[in-house]
């Protein structure tokens, strides 16, 4: 089945610790986000590629850095990671940018605990 | 621009139906709708893009109203398999881009 692969499903890491979140898909979808979603709130959109096209929130930390490097690969490194970063990193994908929107597949999620 | 959910939670019985909501200030291009359970990841329900529109499958419809404000999601004989979280999501004329926003997500609980 074409899914969406998130790992790892559980990452500790150490207050400001370098950590990597990886994200694949075998949908073909051109767009790949990344969520961060915190307990009982929504999924809060980090930043999106449309194709090499990288689009960072404006509200996203300088902490957080993405890289693409290929359709089907996606990572998110969080620099130095703070205890207010622990959260649930959800990463999608969608089949197309632009309007209307396609909907969104999310991964399972990498829960994200530091110590 | 984040939507508006209502209610927050709710609490209901095996068989009882419910209505969730989610409204903007401003029209909309469209209203995705998710489900999430705890721990899992969202999954897609609908998406309604046309004012008037009403679409949904098996107990679980939604409509998009004529000014494209406000969407509501119906679940008829609610079944225990639809407690979760739900997220309406919603991408609006206000936006600078095509990215979704989500509402703070309301919490279904179906008991026995």
């Known amino acids: 089945d074409a899914m969406v692969i998130q790992n790892p499903r559980y990452q500790v890491t150490q207050f400001g610790k370098p950590v990597t979140l990886s994200c694949s898909q075998t949908l073909n979808h051109n767009v790949m986000y990344w969520y961060q979603q915190k307990s009982s709130q929504a999924p809060k959109l980090l930043f999106h590629?449309?194709?090499?096209?990288?689009?960072n929130e404006a509200d996203t930390p300088d902490n957080f850095q993405s890289r693409r490097p290929n359709t089907s690969f996606c990572f998110l490194d969080i620099r130095s990671p703070g205890l207010g970063d622990a959260a649930m990193y959800l990463c999608?994908?969608?089949?197309?940018?632009?309007?209307?929107?396609?909907?969104?597949?999310f991964g399972n999620g990498t829960r994200l605990t530091v110590t | 621009q984040q939507p508006v959910q209502s209610p927050q939670a709710v609490i209901l019985r095996e068989g009882e139906d419910a209505v969730i909501n989610c409204s903007s200030s401003?029209?909309?291009?469209?209203v995705h709708w998710y489900r999430q359970k705890h721990g899992e990841a969202p999954v897609f329900l609908m998406i309604?893009?046309?004012?008037?529109e009403q679409k949904g499958h098996d107990k679980i419809s939604a409509s998009f109203n004529e000014k494209k404000q406000q969407s509501s999601l119906y679940l008829t004989a609610s079944q225990l398999s639809y407690s979760g979280t739900y997220f309406c999501?919603?991408?609006?004329?206000?936006?600078?881009?095509?990215?979704?926003?989500f509402g703070k997500g309301t919490r279904l609980h179906i008991l026995p």
């Open positions: 590629y449309y194709d090499k096209d990288f689009n």
């Open positions: 999608a994908t969608s089949r197309t940018a632009g309007r209307p929107n396609s909907p969104l597949h």
């Open positions: 309604l893009l046309k004012g008037g």
């Open positions: 999501g919603t991408d609006s004329f206000m936006n600078r881009d095509d990215k979704i926003i």
């Open positions: 401003k029209a909309l291009y469209s």
